[in-house]
C-alpha cells in the first residue's frame, strides 16, 4: 500500500504567558495507508489532540511552534499556502471534535450546518447539495434522518449530535478523517454505537482514519496499528493485534491494566482496577532522559540520563524502551 498521510519528526511546542516553550509533541512519526485505520493512544496531555490539529495547521497564531513535516500525498502541510490548505481542510483531511456540543452551531439546523461544508467546497449546485446532504443522513440516521435533519443541537442526545460531527466529516468523501476522541463525552453504550458507525463506514467507504482515544478497547479489532503516545513522544508504535495483546512497553502496560472494558455495567462484583503512579503533569516531565521514568516500575539507573530511542522488534512494531535496545 502507499502512504497517504506521512508525518516526520513532528515538533510542537506551546509558548507560556511568561514566554517559555513547552514540549507538546517531540519527534513524532508515522505513516497512515490508503484504506487504514491507525488509533493513537495515551492519557490526557500526552499530545493526542495537539497531533490531531498539527496535521491540518490548525494552530493558536501566538501559542504553537511546530517544526516537522506533515506529508499529504507527498505535500508538505506545514509549508502549503492558505488557500491550498483551506481547499484540504474538509475536502481531503476532515478532522471530528470530541466535543459536539461546542463544534456544532446552537442557533442552524444541522442539515445546514452539513451542506454548509459542501457549499464551501464547491460540491455540485443547490439540487446537488441538498441531494448530497440527505445522502449522508440517511446512511448515518437511517429512518429518523429526516427529522434528525430538520433538528438544532439542542434538541438532539449526544450519540446523535456525534453522529452529525461524523456527517461532516464524510459529507465531502475526504481521503483521511481524524476522529480526535469522538466517544469521550458518552456513555458506554453509546461508545459502542459509534464505535459501530465508524466500522460501517470502513466497510461501506474503504475509510482511511486515525482514531485518537484513552482508552483501549476501542481500538481492539477496529485499529489496524496503534500509536501510544505518552509525554508528547512515540512510547510504542505496531500492529494492533500486537499491541493490544501483547504490549512491549511499561507505558502501554500499565494503560491496558487502568482502563475499565466497555462491559463494566454489567459486572456485578466491584474490583479495584491498578492505577499507574503518580499524576501526569506537563511540568514535572524530566528534561532529560526517558519521559515516563518517575513512574515507571521497570526503570534503570540509564533512564535518568538518556532519552531511549525508537527500537524495531521487527519490521512493523516498535518501542522506545531500553529494555529492548540488546534485543
Do not use: W
Request: net charge positive.
Amino acid at each position: 500500500m502507499a502512504s497517504i498521510l506521512e508525518v516526520r519528526d513532528l515538533q510542537v511546542a506551546y509558548r507560556s504567558r511568561e514566554g517559555e516553550l513547552r514540549a507538546a509533541l517531540n519527534r513524532v512519526g508515522f505513516c497512515l495507508e490508503s484504506g487504514e485505520v491507525l488509533g493513537v493512544l495515551g492519557e490526557s496531555g500526552s499530545g493526542k489532540s495537539t497531533l490531531a490539529v498539527s496535521l491540518l495547521r490548525l494552530f493558536h497564531r501566538n501559542s504553537v511552534v511546530a517544526s516537522g513535516a506533515v506529508l499529504y500525498k507527498g505535500k508538505d502541510l506545514l509549508k502549503a499556502e492558505s488557500d491550498e490548505l483551506q481547499a484540504i481542510r474538509g475536502r481531503d483531511i476532515s478532522l471530528i471534535f470530541q466535543e459536539p456540543s461546542a463544534a456544532l452551531h446552537p442557533t442552524i439546523r444541522v442539515n445546514q450546518q452539513v451542506r454548509r461544508i459542501l457549499a464551501a467546497h464547491g460540491i455540485g449546485d443547490r439540487s446537488q447539495l441538498d441531494l448530497r446532504t440527505n445522502e449522508v443522513f440517511d446512511s448515518l440516521f437511517g429512518e429518523e434522518a429526516a427529522r434528525i435533519a430538520r433538528s438544532y443541537p439542542h434538541q438532539l442526545s449526544g450519540g446523535q449530535r456525534q453522529r452529525v460531527l461524523i456527517a461532516q466529516a464524510i459529507a465531502c468523501r475526504p481521503s483521511v478523517v481524524v476522529a480526535d476522541e469522538p466517544t469521550a463525552s458518552l456513555d458506554p453504550t453509546t461508545q459502542m454505537e459509534i464505535l459501530n458507525v465508524f466500522r460501517g463506514l470502513r466497510r461501506s467507504l474503504g475509510l482511511t482514519m486515525i482514531f485518537i482515544t484513552h482508552n483501549p478497547a476501542l481500538l481492539s479489532k477496529f485499529a489496524d496499528r496503534v500509536l501510544v503516545l505518552y509525554g508528547g513522544r512515540v512510547a510504542e508504535l505496531g500492529p494492533g493485534g500486537d499491541v493490544l495483546v501483547s504490549a512491549k512497553h511499561p507505558y502501554t502496560r500499565a494503560l491496558f491494566r487502568s482502563m475499565p472494558p466497555l462491559d463494566v455495567l454489567h459486572d456485578a462484583g466491584k474490583r479495584v482496577l491498578p492505577v499507574i503512579p503518580r499524576d501526569l503533569n506537563m511540568e514535572r516531565l524530566p528534561q532529560t532522559g526517558c519521559a515516563f521514568e518517575p513512574r515507571c516500575p521497570e526503570r534503570m539507573e540509564i533512564c535518568k540520563s538518556k532519552d531511549p530511542g525508537l527500537v524495531n522488534l521487527s519490521e512493523s512494531h516498535t518501542v522506545s524502551c531500553f529494555r529492548y535496545e540488546t534485543q
